[in-house]
């Protein structure tokens, strides 16, 4: 059955149990049906069996009414989340009648057949109507505990909680809909929370009936029209709105303390039926946003938040046709640099509370189910490991990993593996089989301990236990003047001009326009202005209240078409209301009917007959402008086209002020000035371009066009980024510039310092013009050869444990040591170059270090973390691979306390160290980048010794100690291994005090060798003739500066 269907027949359905209507009944409830009721053990039958619900409701409460707010279809079942409301004048459960006002949620799920409920389980919201007419109490916080001593560390009073929990306790707390524990007075607590653009309707939102306190909330444009405005401080104060009123909710009952948002996911296919909840197609405007979301959202203090973040869905979700059971395989380069980037700047730059794991698969394994995503790079590489840091489900995306990815054989095993993987908080249900999980032995009590320890401890941030600076917010918070004007505000600076042939906008009184006509679907639109994950706002202003109530003109309404329509019976109605007027304004574009979660959309043209009642509207030969409402783009071509459409804007999803706003922007009461974060296609995209495809890049033989700006390879309709305005703008430059920069030279002197490995450079202008100012922002950035995601060590982030200085380590039962030398003015969010110096037979550790490390420390300046380990009996016999093992414990303790760039590790000695370089080489290929052995030799071994390595080698032609040619056999190694061209190398005269330096020819990308024969002894800085100071450290340095 289509999914419009099964919405037409939900709909039919609530105007059944709205009026109690038994024909209407007839129509949509089969007789075979079954119906699963809360408290009863035997399920009710037939369309009499819901007559009885029905029944029982309207004996309690007689004006019961429920509304839809969101539905979720997949195949015959839909999932309906509703909300009740009502008067309690009669009994109910025992409870005598109050005359208390309610209002509940219920989430039911449905199954149809030949377009009639076949069943239903029905899924209210019990606790909240016994909440509201008073038979229970609220839940206090839990007394006489632990928990509640504040005379003990955080991390004390959450153990003590957990480990008071019983195994059925906890269990229950680990997913969205927590139970608490009455017995220790734990409240309940609903995870599940929204606030995309403002708080959302969710599980965990309620709603009270207007016009009572916290009936409604602040209702901002969808972030896809933000970002259109390109100001980030923007961004920031509509999050800071948007935490504030959560709090306020929350405070008082009325939400959770965390919210799942922002969606972060970037829009890489026009047709995502998401989209409009995110900034953009471009990764850096998304980090943007991120970096000034969520500081907004959660406050700048970690450990005492607002309400707690929640970026969303990680990783690689952006498509809803399919989405429970898809599996992706980017490229490294993609995943690293596009799907994962915005997520990585949500972990590492903004101290966010939650990430959510998607529903789709990643190579194979569930997102939710991923080791890799979850434990490796989210929290070992990005540091997502403060005790308060968890990771949430989408919901049911556990259950899927058994239901649609067939990855476990059972749900009781997908819970199992998802919560081994690292998804502590589950919004579903499979986590109530964790007891099986157990039983199975395919989980342990500990795991379930760690993701509740994680879970109470971000509830302390938020002071759920014991306030804190925000438990004052309440409704006098909620939908301030302020929060109003910034709404508007918002909604005009994303609005984005298209066209504007000669100047018809912006209308002005001059123009001596008596009337105007709107003609579309958005015309008188409203909650259509919201777009998805809306909530209630405080009001709703459609464009033809604002023109009938703010405009000088008579106005002339009429929809002319529908969204979707096929029917022309309201084309003579829209022309003869345009034809009367002097200028015609049509209002149309998409809705949530046509993209939204579930729905992608098929097509990227604009739907129904729209174009048709805008060409007919264009025939009259009036002043035409069309404004195009919705998230993604529509193929605009034959409006652009089209001489009869003076003036072309898009709106997207404005919200409560969006009426306003437009009518402000069209008559320049406010100059318009938004561009697109998107790229608009051509409808043929959608043809030639699979919206499975997930590759970026374009095909070489031309086959694929690729995605985004940065790779389409099509003429777009509008690129990224286009936006007209009504002003011209003049500039001249301060000095004259050239045409073209080497990038290299541009950024040589420019240095991040910030956690991402990137640099960035700003040029900001500022225009000004008649009407406004326009500014624009060049970045340029500078991306490694080097973008997996496992590049940087897992110790980034972390407070500084190490210090200059000497450690011991034991290593096979061996007391080990080694000297660290941090660079001054360390920067824990800095990753570093991390360099080894082995010292010669009979040298110390200490040698290397007074040594400078063979000269090089001071040419790093402060970039690199130096490393001088101490040998056995003063040298590297390297027996078994000993020292090869000390080399991977300090490794491994040096990534796990230092920020490491795991790219840039070097290691460099003479003699006896040379040898150690030597063999570090052969053995660690994979982690060193480049080495540097000065006067070695075979000596510490060459095991494996068959893979690449940049390598560079000096020896001295005089050498007594190791033969040069003991240099030249292990320096050959190499040259075979890197496939260099194979040469015999000049060397210098005895006598002549010179240098000669060969780079071979030929070797393979990225491992060069080079080898400087010298004309001296057994020594480590090599000197020429009437040199004051060695050439050594300089070449070394320009060797290893090839990786920088």
Not at 830 to 842: I, Q, S, V
Not at 887 to 894: A, K, R
Not at 976 to 991: I, L, V
Not at 1030 to 1037: A, K, L, N, R, V
């Amino acid at each position: 059955m289509m999914a419009a269907n099964l919405r037409q027949r939900m709909d039919r359905f609530l105007d059944f149990i709205n009026s109690g209507d038994e024909s209407i009944g007839r129509e949509v409830v089969s007789e075979s049906a079954v119906f699963h009721v809360p408290f009863s053990e035997q399920p009710l039958t037939g369309l009499a069996g819901y007559m009885q619900i029905l029944g029982m409701m309207r004996s309690s409460f007689p004006d019961v009414q429920w509304s839809i707010d969101e539905t979720v279809i997949e195949g015959d079942k839909v999932v309906a989340k509703f909300t009740l409301s009502g008067t309690h004048k009669g009994e109910f459960f025992g409870v005598p009648p109050t005359g208390r006002k309610i209002q509940a949620r219920a989430m039911n799920i449905y199954r149809f057949y030949e377009d009639k409920i076949l069943e239903e389980t029905g899924l209210p919201d019990i606790f909240a109507i016994m909440l509201q007419i008073g038979a229970i109490k609220p839940p206090q916080p839990p007394q006489c505990h632990k928990v509640c001593d504040t005379s003990l560390s955080i991390t004390e009073r959450v153990k003590s909680l957990v480990d008071s929990l019983t195994l059925e306790e906890k269990i229950l707390n680990v997913v969205d809909a927590s139970a608490g524990s009455a017995r220790l007075g734990l409240p309940p607590h609903e995870w599940c929370n929204e606030a995309t653009h403002g708080v959302g309707s969710a599980p965990g939102v309620q709603f009270t009936e207007k016009p009572a306190n916290f009936s409604y909330a602040t209702s901002f444009p969808a972030p896809i029209l933000t970002a259109a405005s390109f100001d980030d401080g923007l961004v920031r104060k509509i999050a800071g709105v948007i935490g504030k009123e959560g709090r306020a909710f929350a405070n008082n009952g009325f939400s959770g303390f965390d919210f799942w948002a922002p969606n972060i996911n970037p829009f890489r296919d026009p047709r995502w039926g998401r989209g409009q909840e995110t900034p953009g197609e471009d990764t850096f405007v998304v980090q943007s946003y991120i970096r000034n979301f969520i500081p907004g959202l959660q406050g700048n203090d970690p450990e005492e938040k607002q309400v707690i973040a929640t970026c969303k869905h990680y990783a690689v979700y952006d498509l809803e046709t399919g989405r429970y059971g898809n599996d992706y395989n980017p490229s490294q380069q993609d995943l690293a640099d596009y799907f994962l980037a915005p997520f990585k700047t949500c972990v590492r730059d903004t101290g966010v509370g939650s990430v959510m794991c998607a529903y789709n698969a990643v190579d194979g394994i569930p997102s939710c189910a991923s080791e890799y995503l979850l434990e490796q790079v989210l929290r070992q590489q990005w540091n997502f490991t403060a005790d308060y840091n968890y990771v949430v489900s989408d919901c049911d995306a556990v259950t899927d990993i058994w239901r649609y990815h067939n990855f476990t054989d059972t749900e009781e095993a997908a819970a199992s593996v998802a919560m081994n993987a690292g998804t502590d908080l589950e919004c579903g249900s499979s986590y109530l089989k964790l007891n099986e999980s157990l039983a199975a032995s395919q989980i342990t009590a500990r795991s379930i301990d760690r993701s509740l320890t994680r879970l109470y401890s971000a509830l302390f941030t938020v002071g759920f236990f014991d306030g804190g600076k925000y438990s004052g917010l309440d409704f006098s918070d909620v939908s301030t003047p302020e929060a109003q004007a910034l709404a508007y505000q918002a909604a005009v600076e994303g609005m984005t001009l298209l066209k504007n042939d000669q100047n018809l906008l912006p209308i002005r009184s001059s123009h001596n326009y008596k009337s105007i006509a709107l003609i579309g679907p958005f015309a008188n639109a409203t909650t259509q202005m919201q777009g998805d994950y809306s909530g209630v706002p405080p009001y709703l202003i459609s464009p033809l209240q604002a023109f009938e109530t703010h405009s000088e003109w008579e106005i002339n309404y009429s929809v002319g078409t529908g969204i979707n329509n096929q029917s022309t019976a309201g084309f003579g109605p829209a022309l003869a209301a345009a034809e009367k007027s002097d200028l015609t304004i049509y209002l149309g574009g998409i809705d949530n009917s046509i993209e939204a979660e579930t729905l992608d959309r098929t097509s990227l043209t604009w739907p129904g007959n729209q174009l048709d009642m805008v060409t007919q509207l264009s025939h009259l030969h009036k002043p035409l402008i069309v404004v195009q409402f919705g998230g993604g783009q529509l193929d605009d071509s034959s409006l652009l086209q089209n001489e009869g459409v003076q003036a072309l804007v898009w709106a997207g999803y404005p919200s409560q002020s969006g009426g306003t706003a437009l009518l402000d922007v069209l008559t320049g009461k406010k100059s318009i000035a938004g561009r697109l974060p998107v790229t608009q296609y051509p409808a043929s995209y959608a043809d030639q371009v699979s919206i499975f495809d997930i590759n970026l890049r374009p095909a070489l033989n031309g086959s694929y066009p690729g995605r985004t700006y940065k790779w389409y390879t099509g003429k777009p309709v509008i690129p990224f980024g286009y936006g007209l305005h009504y002003t011209h703008f003049d500039f001249e430059w301060e000095q004259t510039l050239d045409h073209g920069y080497n990038i290299q030279n541009l950024v040589a002197s420019c240095r991040s310092d910030g956690p991402i490995n990137d640099t960035f450079i700003w040029i900001i202008m500022i225009f000004t013009g008649i009407v406004g100012t326009l500014l624009f922002q060049f970045a340029m950035t500078v991306m490694g050869e080097h973008s997996s995601p496992s590049t940087i060590s897992s110790g980034c982030g972390k407070a500084l444990t190490l210090h200059s200085g000497t450690y011991t380590t034991t290593v096979n039962g061996k007391q080990r040591q080694y000297t660290l030398t941090i660079p001054q003015g360390y920067n824990p969010s800095e990753p570093y170059k991390l360099m080894f110096g082995y010292h010669w037979l009979g040298g110390t550790m200490q040698d290397v270090v007074s040594g400078s490390y063979y000269g090089i420390e001071p040419l790093a300046g402060n970039s690199a973390v130096f490393v001088a380990p101490q040998g056995l009996n003063n040298g590297w016999a390297n027996s078994g691979g000993e020292d090869i093992t000390f080399t991977d414990q300090m490794l491994s303790t040096l990534e796990n306390a230092l920020c490491i760039d795991k790219t840039q590790v070097y290691s460099m000695g003479w003699s006896y160290g040379g040898a150690m370089s030597y063999a570090l080489a052969c053995a660690r290929p994979d982690v060193f980048r480049a080495v540097a052995v000065m006067s070695g030799a075979n000596l510490s071994g060459c095991s494996p010794g068959s893979q690449p390595v940049a390598y560079y080698a000096q020896h001295g032609v005089s050498d007594s100690v190791l033969p040069f040619t003991l240099g030249e056999q292990i320096r050959d190694t190499f040259v075979k291994d890197n496939a260099c061209t194979a040469t015999n190398p000049p060397a210098p005269a005895a006598g002549s005090g010179t240098h000669i330096k060969t780079e071979y020819s030929g070797c393979s990308s990225g491992h060069p060798v080079w080898w400087v024969a010298f004309d001296g002894p057994h020594e480590p800085l090599a000197t020429d003739a009437g040199a004051s100071s060695s050439w050594t450290p300089g070449q070394i340095w320009s060797f290893f500066s090839q990786f920088f």
